[in-house]
C-alpha cells in the first residue's frame, strides 16, 4: 500500500513539474514573438533609409528586390 501511495505522489509530482515547464515554455514563446515582432517592426522602419539602394541594383522585374 505504501508503495503505491508512492508512485501516485512521484506521478502528480511529475505532472506539476511538466505544467510548470508547460507554463514556462508558453512564457517564453510569448517573449520570444514579442522579440520578434519588435524586432520586425524596428527592421521594417529602418528599411527605406539602407535598403533602397539594393532596390535600385535589382535585375530581376520586380519593384521591390527582396
Known amino acids: 500500500m ?3 501511495k508512492n508512485r501516485v505522489h ?3 509530482k511529475n505532472e506539476n ?3 510548470k515547464m508547460l507554463k514556462m ?3 517564453y514563446w510569448n517573449i520570444v514573438d514579442i522579440r520578434r515582432t519588435a524586432y ?3 527592421d521594417m522602419e529602418q ?3 539602407y535598403k533602397v539602394p ?3 541594383r535589382c535585375k530581376c ?3 521591390s528586390g527582396w
Open 61 to 63: 522585374g520586380t519593384k
Open 25 to 27: 515554455t508558453k512564457k
Open 10 to 12: 512521484i506521478a502528480q
Open 17 to 19: 513539474e511538466i505544467v
Open 2 to 4: 505504501d508503495f503505491m
Open 40 to 42: 520586425y517592426d524596428t
Open 54 to 56: 539594393k532596390r535600385k
Open 47 to 49: 528599411v527605406p533609409q
